[in-house]
């Protein structure tokens, strides 16, 4: 009831940290062009195959953006379409089934509706059926203006495989779809090719196939590729188009594409013995990149900071000078001075400055080597515990119904 969303408030009221001055509204007014990369881990960038890279592309945008190499997932089940509820939401999705699923017309105050009242129109680009993973429910509870689906886009038996329409297909329709979207938009494009089981025709494979016993990791390096070069063309023709020097890109990764079932395969590839808990977790980090053009082409960063998609939504309404106190939201804005860095993973798992936590074990998180739990992990175990279990409870209860900013919750 109310009662319990009083106590969550307070708990998230407790934990907001200030924005940063100089970053707060940085990007005000611009366009957003958000990209959701299919099963796009971070340990494939600045990486070769056989003497080439697999993300050139990727490669050289972190070096004209701000790139966060200590990102986490925190998806579950619901795979892409938990990525989708944490950036919208700041929420976490639920430990078993999609969330999409279960709770698709809760109250929710999504990004795309409260960036209404900053003049924002709001679109979703995705080549597959508006049902898949309940989209077209849920976007309507998110408030998203238009769902540009499988029906929007012109697919051939020439510009698709696999799972529909190719990837470089997609971005070129895209973009001339997003030409037709009244300004400022808040844009989020989901893309497919690079995605289990990883296939291509023989067109688009621009580098060799690895040589391991996974099929599935040989291929996975491939479409990475398609995919890298997909988003090379995306940017150009946003260029051409006048949709580049007015917006902020932000890429993301939604969720790990190779599972622990191919670890002998990526164990070689990294070149270690084996893949230990340490590293399952590690593996966890999915690319998270911002790109404001005139300004981090500029002054690019590497940000180290232990961050988690949770994190997006604050971060990215600060950038466009939108203000979150009194927000329920359980992430923090990446630029803020006072963060807590931390990131806890939907299975309980977490990652603080100095540790890795997973089930019973503890690693220093900067050696890999197993430590002592003791006044090193326990400590923060409570706070991934109430992360999680405060998250579950607004979702469960259908609390945000109770909420109303301008009243904000009686205390
Ligand atoms: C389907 C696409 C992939 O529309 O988003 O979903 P996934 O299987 O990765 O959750
Ligand atoms: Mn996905």
Redesign the pocket.
């Known amino acids: 009831d109310s009662d319990e969303l009083v106590e969550i408030q307070n708990y998230v009221n407790a934990n907001e940290k200030e924005p940063s001055e100089e970053m707060f509204g940085i990007a005000k007014d611009r366009n957003v062009i958000f990209v959701s990369l ?2 796009t881990q971070s340990f494939v960038l600045n990486e070769t195959l056989n003497g080439k890279e697999i993300t050139p592309f990727l490669n050289d945008l972190i070096n004209e953006s701000y790139y966060f190499e200590n990102f986490y997932h925190q998806t579950e089940q619901g ?3 938990d990525s989708e509820f944490i950036v919208a939401n700041s929420l976490y999705p639920l430990g078993r089934g999609s969330v999409f699923f279960t709770n698709s017309e809760n109250e929710y105050n999504a990004t795309p509706e409260i960036l209404k009242d900053y003049g924002y129109y709001s679109a979703t680009f ?1 080549a ?1 059926n508006a049902t ?2 309940n989209r077209d429910i849920v976007y309507d509870s998110f408030e998203v203006d238009t769902f540009f689906d499988i029906e929007s886009y012109d697919i051939t038996p020439e510009n698709s495989f696999g799972w529909g329409l190719k990837d470089k297909e997609f971005f070129e329709q895209t973009v001339d779809l997003m030409k037709t979207l009244p300004q400022p938009f808040y844009s989020y494009s ?1 893309t ?1 090719t690079n ?1 289990f089981p990883f296939e291509l025709e023989e067109e688009d494979k621009l580098i060799d196939e690895y040589d391991s016993n996974s099929e599935i990791f040989n291929r996975y390096l491939q479409t990475v590729r398609y995919q890298d070069e997909a988003l090379k063309r995306f940017i150009e023709k946003l260029k051409e188009e006048n949709l580049y020097e007015h917006s902020i890109i932000v890429l993301m990764g ?2 790990y594409g190779i599972s622990e079932n191919h670890n002998e395969a990526l164990a070689q590839f990294l070149g270690k013995d084996e893949i230990t808990p340490y590293d399952t977790i590690q593996l966890q980090r999915v690319p998270f990149i911002i790109h404001i053009p005139g300004l981090t082409d500029q002054h690019p960063e590497l940000i180290s900071d232990i961050s988690g998609q949770i994190d997006v939504k604050p971060t990215l309404l600060h950038l466009l000078g939108v203000d979150t106190s009194d927000r329920i939201q359980f992430g923090q804005d990446l630029f803020s001075p006072d963060r807590t860095p931390f990131a806890v993973l939907r299975n309980g798992s977490f990652i603080t400055e100095d540790y890795i936590s997973v089930s019973t074990l503890c690693y220093d998180r900067k050696s890999g080597e197993e430590i002592e739990r003791e006044g090193t992990c326990d400590v923060y175990e409570d706070m991934a515990h109430d992360e999680l279990s405060f998250s579950d409870k607004i979702i469960y209860g259908d609390l945000l119904r109770f909420y109303n900013k301008e009243e904000s919750v009686e205390e």
């Open positions: 299919e099963s795979k892409t379409s995705h597959n898949f993973w989901i497919l995605h939604d969720h």
